[in-house]
């Protein structure tokens, strides 16, 4: 499809919102908080900037850290996606922009001040993290530097992929304090404070720092967070209410579709089930998503058998190991003889237990296995209509899920074309709901 | 049915009584306690000192395939035999000891044959004398027990393992060299060098060459036919999978791989019929190998790993042995850990063994 074509569809979907001043509604949606006068005379006495790195803090985080002692903020930690949710059904699908809300709950201003303040360093020199994740990552800070300094410059120090043929497979992994730039650098500048010599591995050669402007930064992950937050604010405002409409989510809740005891027990199991319970669908929203849910419906009872198991003995998230439908293999994608095979990004997990959590699966105890509810078996019906693997195989591009930016506008089209479906497919089960009942009989067998 | 009755100048009772037992060179009195527990810990440390070690550091599976081809199949217990390097020091201290087994030292140790080891040991030093033993098991239990009753918790899955590795050495091994197994001794199977650099694959197909050179032992485990078939039902998908995981993987040790439905994420599964799905560690072993015996390649214009046509070869003459849910069907499924055979199974199992190598047989007697 052509992008002056992709252009007139966004502006078509997007005029829709005129009477509803969609200017002030985007503008609303992209700005972070703003700076009280309070937080403005705190004093920031340890760092005049800030340092920031990729990913979440081994330890200490700054959850537990008071404000003015954390140096190095962790953008995982401090930024989390903010999906559009203005407007109205009908305004549906549209293509809003890029945004992101702070995700600490506590102290952000002073974050905010930091940033807003000083010089800031960021740092991927040290970062287990694949590529896409570190993508993501200077698209934060990106945001963050023009959110609150427009037009000021950061100090990077980034990774360089290209020179490595092959990149490590390892899923994201927790950084070592030990080895934290950070820390070196502050001790190099002169601050105060103590650490351990046998934390810092100085045989590693330290990359210099460069300046870069936070357009340049964010540039090669642009396609895929317009699209990526397009899609999850359509599926936020369509997707999800058929999902509680057909699964009886609500009703469920009160009890019947539960987890079992042995995953409420482990606290990173139940907080998704119980988050989406509350209303934050943060992972069902997500691209990934349809993925799982089609490899779910195409699955052998062999891998949900395993698929119980592995959720059964993994202690944490990223450990359980989930292969579904010849279209995952241990949290890896791959869909086809040229279809890149997307590494694993460290997330499979928290889409089963959402799906769980909202009614679509089952923990079946006494059969040792994960099946469909009946409401997950009409969804499936719903949404078979919609065209997810087409929408999924344009998205294929490379092995890392870096999507070009020329394609962008071609896939905003793609976007609203697959939403447009979904809308015309739950209208017609609100219509009609009794013509997409599974026969059990066939259902089970 | 057997050949037991046959009669030979073979004297198979001798034969099987000789793998029953292992010799007693001294007598030498030890008051200590030794705990044996699952695994080879302890391996290196002096027995005389040692206050705890690995039933696999003392005891080394022995395999039963020295019979004339005429008495196979056969129905075996687990044979053992000293490691060579302990051999009559360990008799010597292991005399008058008092002995306790424990499960629970190393949850991730598989404890089956541990309890065949643990039981010969206790029966051949302290015949029908009870010791405190801890069992793994979905309740921690603990109780006393003579060697011969431990090893009875665990004795139709020593005796289905033994069996099925013996017959195989026999008969499955002539079938395999008639169709025309190459010489795994070969360095053939990356010519282009493709496998991942990694030092734990090196070490992987290394392992495998030197089964395959020595004795064939790999080829002749039940999980080795599970993978073939496995890779004979395989999707481009699971192929491609596998090549990216052997051509990119660091860690070997980790590799969980899925092929041909019956085999997901390192899992044995089988058709999904029988749960709870068993996992395994070692499944990527016996893709190496099929490399290594030449019944898998790496090809690099497909990037799959796939059935050579020898590998093909031998998948088709033996189709009739495919049975995905083998082991899985005999599991007892409230005993989740360690996957055990329960003791009124054993008849089924003996059935099944029979049968399957009867087949195996007049398949490869007709090669």
Redesign the interface.
Known sequence: MNSDLGADMCQLHNAAFDHIELNALFEKHVALPKISPEDQRTKVYLNPGASVVPGNPFAPSIHGDSPEYSWILYLDDLLTPSFFTGGDYENYPLIPPISYKWKVKKGFSLFASKVRDGDVYYDESYTDLNELQLMNSREKVAFLVESLSPGARVNVRLKDFTVSE?P???PATPRKPTSDPCLRKQNVDGYDFDFDPDWVDTTLEEPEWVSVSTAGLAAPIKANSTLFQAYAANFLAIGIPLIKRICKTPKAAAGGIGLPLQYTMRPKFGRHYHSWRRGDYLWSAHFPWPRHFLAFANS???????L???LL?ADELKDV???LG??I??G?F????NAP?LRPQGYSCEFILEMIAAGIIEVAEK???IRFTEGGRILHNVLSSCGFEDLQSQFSHDTTGLIPFEKTKELEVAILSHFIAMKSAAKAYYADPESYAVDKEKASA | MTDLAVEQEFDLKAYLKDLSTIPLIDNTYRPATLTLVPGSINKKEAIETAKSIGTDAILFERQADKAPYEFYPMLVDQPYEWRFSRFGRTAATLSNRTFVYDELVDPKEACISSRLQAGLIMHTFQPGVKFPVRLRSPEVVYQTMTGEELAATAAVVGRFHASYVANFLVIGMKAFFTLGMVDPGSDNIDPLGKLSPSASAAVTVAHSRTWATKCHLWTAYYDFMSVLFGMKRSTMNQRRMLYDQFTTTESFEDLKITIGGSIVSGYLAGTGRYTPAVKRTNFHSFVAELLVIGGACLDTDLQEIRLTDFGNKVAETFAALDDQDMMLKWYDPSVCMPPNIPADRATYVDEWLLEYFTTMKAIADKL
Do not use: P, Q
């Open positions: 092959r490590s497979r390892t052998s009872l062999a891998e949900r058998n395993v119980y198991r592995e003995a190991s989930i292969t010849d279209a293999f241990c890896s791959i869909g086809g003889r095979i059969e040792m296995t």
